[in-house]
Nanobody, 115 residues
Framework: VQLVESGGGLVQAGGSLRLSCAASGSTFSINAMGWYRQAPGKQRELVARIFSDGSTNYANSVKGRFTISRDDTRNTMYLQMNSLKPEDTAVYYC??????????WGQGTQVTVSS
């Protein structure tokens, strides 16, 4: 499975961005997909996850502001980020978990929120 993120950039606080993650390869094996982020000097953390049945979960820090979704016809996952805060600044990584519990990662996309 190969994952390619896009959509990062610089935005002012209160603004919005939409990240995309295009999957290719053995996408039939994917059970769940998600977004993680890593800020400088911090550990990588889970932001949101979506499962094959459409169920989702979110980190408390983004609930009500971020929405994860997927378009299986395009093998693409999205993260709509609204009401962005400076503390959302990080490199955002796309993740996929196969039914065999293998983790796949994208190369990351930078999101910078200015105050």
């Amino acid at each position: 499975v190969q994952l390619v993120e896009s959509g990062g950039g610089l935005v002012q606080a209160g603004g919005s961005l939409r990240l995309s993650c295009a999957a290719s390869g053995s996408t039939f094996s994917i059970n769940a997909m998600g977004w993680y982020r890593q800020a400088p000097g911090k550990q990588r953390e889970l932001v949101a996850r979506i499962f094959s049945d459409g169920s989702t979960n979110y980190a408390n820090s983004v609930k009500g502001r971020f929405t994860i979704s997927r378009d299986d016809t395009r093998n693409t996952m999205y993260l709509q980020m609204n009401s962005l805060k400076p503390e959302d600044t990080a490199v955002y990584y796309c993740n996929a978990i196969s039914t065999a519990l293998t983790y796949y990662w994208g190369q990351g996309t930078q999101v910078t929120v200015s105050s």
